[in-house]
């Protein structure tokens, strides 16, 4: 074949392909049933369907609109892939065709590449192609020979979880939100066009045991016994994508990752969030609450009058108070008198923990993934996390859960291997930068990596007093206005 075949053939498939990803069909959308918020707000739903390439690519891709509010949690179909350690595989015949593929995939990531097409910002099927990935849990894009592809398809369709953190330990919290999620996705599953049944759960995510916790196998029965989770029920085959050391030969170690092919994989890799809405929350809780007995069944906006300060008994980083006497002084002066220090773990049963939190009416802890429980906790209950700067990740659960959640941060770090993090934090806090706001402030004299950023708030700390006397106020304020009813919460 000429070079110029060669150009004319890629710039053919460039275009097509252009053609295909950007050929949004009109399907008819599904009924929603009474209790689903979702409501179709345009005509029809839009899907992304390739059509004019079907023949050039064994795996296919489709969406929602995520524009059209119906996929607030931007499932994604992929069919005809494999799937394996933080990596889905993508298949075509045609390697002008994977070249594209992969150069707009990489443009995911970075859109002022030099090589990204030049119309990629107002692309229009940008959106749908780029929700499908993250860059923890990437996709790999292959070219086969027809007929000689010597990949056998399961047909069941299954669920992919995918919350891999490189090259850390399985967490528990990121599990915990990942069968939230999957619970308020299938409030949705007829509007966002599921199948009936599941047959496979994929957990792709970080290095572990393989196998359930007695906690995650309580919180999975939980999610499979609800009636959200009627699709789940006869699902009796996990598997887990975790990397296991088969042979260690002194520092060095092989690694096994599983691999899996499915005609139909259903994953919402590319959102992470629990719940898009305090009503898919709301639903959570009551399924929580019926399987767990963690409500009295009595309703009331006034949170429970008991405080309790949280402390880590393990993890990356205990995070302690230094000055916690003093924290428990403050309280008194502020008029309560019963504080308790607790830790809550693993180790604790998940009927007990829940318990536990649904009978909290104030919660401080430093940034720890004891807070996921705020799952449990009562409506309007009072959260105040800790430390020396902060992390987007629990306010949000948080808010959608109905707490009265209050960052606390400015409080010196103490890091015992690492005293340049407590030097840092001083230049900071003498440029009067906002540490809430770490590590996207946009101003050069307060920036610091998203390296130090972890590092710092996970070293010990001395409480600021006077910072934490002005959220503890705020909370009071809003527990004694919602327990006004009752009397005040105080």
Not at 52 to 69: I, V
Not at 141 to 160: C, M, S, V, W, Y
Not at 231 to 250: C, W
Not at 459 to 484: H, P, R, S
Request: glycine share 4%; aromatic share 10%.
């Amino acid at each position: 074949m000429s070079k110029r075949c060669v150009r004319l053939q890629a710039t053919c498939a460039t275009m097509s392909l252009l053609l295909v990803l950007t050929a949004y069909v009109y399907v008819p959308s599904s009924p929603h049933t009474p209790s689903d918020h979702l409501i179709n707000t345009s005509s029809d739903f839009v899907q992304l369907v390739p059509s004019t390439l079907k023949n050039m690519s064994l795996s296919q891709l489709q969406m929602l609109n995520p524009d059209s509010g119906n996929n607030p949690y931007q499932v994604c179909r992929f069919q005809k892939v494999c799937t394996k350690h933080h990596q889905t595989q993508f298949f075509t015949f045609d390697r002008y065709l994977t070249l594209h593929i992969r150069t707009l995939y990489n443009c995911c990531t970075n859109a002022s590449q030099p090589h990204c097409p030049s119309a990629f910002a107002t692309w229009t099927g940008e959106a749908a192609f780029c929700h499908c990935f993250t860059t923890e849990s990437r996709a790999t894009f292959h070219t086969l020979k027809r007929g000689i592809d010597n990949l056998d398809f399961e047909t069941h369709p299954a669920f992919q979880i995918s919350q891999y953190l490189k090259k850390k330990k399985h967490h528990f919290a990121h599990f915990a939100f990942s069968l939230v999620q999957l619970h308020s996705i299938l409030l949705h599953s007829r509007v966002l066009g599921l199948p009936d049944e599941f047959k496979t759960i994929i957990f792709q995510d970080g290095a572990g045991s393989g196998n359930f916790t007695s906690t995650e196998r309580e919180l999975w029965r939980l999610v499979s016994s609800s009636p959200a989770g009627k699709s789940l029920n006869r699902i009796i085959d996990f598997r887990f994508l975790r990397a296991k050391v088969t042979h260690t030969y002194g520092w060095n170690e092989i690694r096994e990752y599983p691999k899996y092919c499915f005609k139909d994989v259903y994953t919402a890799v590319g959102r992470d969030i629990y719940a898009a809405s305090k009503e898919d929350m709301d639903a959570f809780k009551e399924a929580a609450s019926k399987h767990l007995g963690i409500n009295d069944g009595t309703p009331t906006t006034c949170p429970p009058r008991r405080v309790a300060i949280l402390t880590r008994k393990r993890g990356m980083g205990l995070r302690r108070i230094i000055n916690l006497d003093q924290v428990v002084a403050l309280l008194h002066q502020k008029g309560i008198q019963a504080i308790e220090i607790i830790s809550p773990s693993e180790d604790d049963t998940l009927a007990a923990q829940a318990q536990l939190f649904s009978n909290l009416g104030l919660i401080i802890s430093s940034h720890s993934s004891q807070l996921t429980n705020i799952l449990f906790a009562r409506t309007n209950v009072a959260v105040i996390e800790m430390g020396p700067v902060f992390k987007e990740a629990f306010r949000h659960l948080g808010r959608v859960s109905r707490a009265q959640y209050f960052v606390s941060v400015g409080h010196r770090p103490v890091c015992e291997d690492h005293k340049e993090l407590e030097m840092l934090f001083d230049r900071l806090r003498k440029r009067k930068c906002d540490l809430e706001q770490m590590p996207q402030s946009s101003s050069v004299a307060c920036r610091m990596s998203a390296q130090q950023h972890v590092a710092m708030s996970r070293c010990d700390y001395v409480v600021d007093l006077k910072i934490l006397e002005t959220q503890l106020d705020l909370a009071f304020g809003a527990l004694e206005q919602v327990c006004q009813s009752e009397g005040g919460w105080m």
